[in-house]
């Protein structure tokens, strides 16, 4: 099955006035997010890609433009599944008044019981978020074969319940795993499990280019025993 790459959007002007966007239309990127989404290019150029999968909300679609632009051969899609958690109530707000209310002791430590007053449960983020990557995995794969790689442009909790399902966490653990602006994370999907190739990764990532098919070394979704070798 392919390679998924989740990029969280570029740093934005809610994420610096302190502010839980949520879904609110017209957050755009700051100066910084701005130069995060153009050095994305530069950092994908070794990675071939089958398509781009976005959430509609617009620090995403900026995020994904220097990209889309610099490989306009690239197919382009939003899916609302992908899209920020709708926080409700909770939206528009600061983090820091958020931080006293009762309910942010649970998003901490329980967030399998979360549930944004006026919004939704992070149980129902997880679930459409997930279901999406499914969606789009046998998409892709029947598209573009079971070597493809493909990147999804999202919000940080929903890159955060992904890859718990990838790891076989509990919702609950999901609060231990962190995705900055503009950091990518790739999930490499098989049969029989995902592995978790680049965790909020800031970096070069032209080892994320397919390898060749495994030989000698054992089946292809096998785990590497003693660590593996690395890109090369």
């Not at 017209?26 to 530069?42: H, S």
């Not at 098989?190 to 080892?207: K, S």
């Given at each position: ?85 709708h926080y409700g109530d909770w939206t ?45 995995n046998e998409r892709i794969e029947r ?47 098989t049969r029989l499990r995902p592995y ?37």
């Amino acid at each position: 099955m392919p390679t998924l790459i989740l990029v969280r959007h570029g740093r934005s002007t809610a994420n610096t006035a302190g502010v839980l966007a949520g879904r609110t239309p017209g957050v755009a990127l700051d100066e910084r997010g701005a130069a995060q989404a153009a050095a994305l290019p530069a950092r994908l150029a070794g990675v071939p890609l089958a398509a781009v999968v976005a959430s509609p909300l617009l620090r995403c679609r900026e995020t994904v433009a220097p990209l889309l632009a610099a490989r306009p051969e690239l197919s382009s899609y939003t899916d609302e599944r992908i899209g920020e958690c709708h926080y409700g109530d909770w939206t528009g707000r600061k983090l820091t008044e958020l931080a006293d209310e009762p309910l942010w002791e649970t998003v901490q430590r329980h967030p399998s019981a979360a549930a944004f007053p006026g919004g939704e449960s992070l149980r129902a983020v997880q679930a459409r978020a997930v279901d999406a990557v499914r969606e789009w995995n046998e998409r892709i794969e029947r598209e573009h074969g079971e070597h493809a790689v493909y990147l999804m442009c999202t919000h940080g909790d929903p890159i955060k319940a992904v890859v718990a399902d990838a790891l076989g966490l509990h919702l609950d653990h999901f609060q231990r795993i962190t995705a900055d602006p503009c950091s990518v994370t790739a999930v490499r999907y098989t049969r029989l499990r995902p592995y978790l190739l680049r965790l909020g990764d800031t970096g070069d990532l032209a080892g994320l280019a397919p390898a060749e098919p495994a030989r000698e070394e054992g089946h292809s979704e096998d785990a590497a025993v003693g660590g593996g070798a690395g890109a090369p």
